[in-house]
């Protein structure tokens, strides 16, 4: 797809319907009619040092998000067994901060461990900030199948939103995630300010990283941070950044998570017609929708999916 193409379609002015229906040809080529559904749990949140302008969880901010350590092992399991119940196909342990502590890798790779024997149907996913190699292989060889590490946004335009933290660390520990073997989840999140060439810098650097899926997160301004005004987003825009990555990203899922109840709202039902993955519950520190209205959604286009509720 030509750039300008691309990029006539996130200014809106090339029409959008016409490659919304390619890129749902795309996505039914490459991923057929299912949908792939993936729960976290936030098993660590707040008092995290990074200085991201979006996030409630960040130290720099006063937000009402919930601050407490990482989570029992009997807390984290029994999420994980909630998952399984519901029919998710995979789960993700997720923590706040830019790396853990020895004790509480060692914490996460006992549950791993464990869930991999107790719910062997469970792909089992964590997000635990900047890892170096032997803590990915440790995670590897506990049970762990995907390790999440997002880039937030595109590079040029990474210092505007987070002056505490390196882009290139985070390229780097992407890349470290791949050359021990495990599969890489790897996006960001948009709503941020970002324009066009913005977009279209982060999915060309995407597309240049290969991930094996996308997760892609819209702003939903938390009060107390310093983009609580924001006001970025149409449900329009976030409909044709969709379709955008998919063009650019044919054999790639795409994983739509945080914010898309909050901003693209009635057309969010147009989501799985373009992305093949759906994050499901509740996010990092907002709500999201109910498992059975996600499962009618996805049913109602025709999708299938593994949730049972």
Sequence with gaps: MEKETLRGILSGKVPLWPYLEEARRLREEVFGSRVETCAIVNAKSGRCPSDCRFCAQSAHWQTEAPVYPLLSEDRLLRAVEEAARAGVDRFSFVTSGVRL?????????RVIARCRREFPGLKLCASLGTLGREELQALKEAGLSRYHHNLETAESFYPRICTTQRWRDRYETALRVKEV????CCGGIFGLGEGPEEVLEFAETLAELSPDSVPVNFLHPIPGTPLAGANFLTPLKCLAILVVLRLSLPRTQIRVCGGREFNLRELQALVPLVCDALMVGNYLTTRGRRLSDDRRLIEDLG???????
Aim: charged share 25%; glycine share 16%.
């Design 101 to 109: 502590s020895g004790r509480e890798l060692e914490r996460l790779l």
């Design 181 to 184: 073997g495990l599969s890489l």
């Design 303 to 309: 999708y299938t999916c593994g949730l049972k509720v």
